[in-house]
Nanobody, 127 residues
Framework: QVQLVESGGGLVQTGGSLRLSCAAS????????MAWFRQGPGLKQEFVAA????????FYDNSVKGRFTISTDNAKITVYLQMNTLKPEDTARYYC????????????????????WGQGTQVTVSS
């Protein structure tokens, strides 16, 4: 089992920045990728960014590309999401997720492929 705990959410004005963190514990050695998803009020959960843990590649939804950066620490235990130039439409609860297996890069964008989830952290961007 893997436990994920997010932190770093809060209230920020349009154009501001936040850095989310997700700390993994438990059987972290089995993780091969970690990602961030979000769910805004009245909206479906959506993919934000993903990072395979044994590759330098990163993947982003088009809505955040160029503004958000996903990264991991060297121990591959903590994943970060640096969010810049925030917009009101970024308001959502942000969830960290981890998976232990995938074959194709497109699977990194699919919430159903992730086995472990955190409780989420709220990000609110005021206009």
């Amino acid at each position: 089992q893997v436990q994920l705990v997010e932190s770093g959410g809060g209230l920020v004005q349009t154009g501001g920045s936040l850095r989310l963190s997700c700390a993994a514990s438990g059987r972290t050695a089995s993780n091969v990728a970690m990602a961030w998803f979000r769910q805004g009020p009245g909206l479906k959960q959506e993919f934000v960014a993903a990072a395979p843990l044994y590759s330098t590649a990163t993947f982003y939804d088009n809505s955040v590309k160029g503004r958000f950066t996903i990264s991991t620490d060297n121990a591959k235990i903590t994943v970060y999401l640096q969010m810049n130039t925030l917009k009101p439409e970024d308001t959502a609860r942000y969830y960290c997720a981890a998976m232990t297996y995938y074959r194709h890069d497109y699977e990194l964008r699919e919430a159903g492929k992730y086995e472990y989830w955190g409780q989420g952290t709220q990000v609110t961007v005021s206009s």
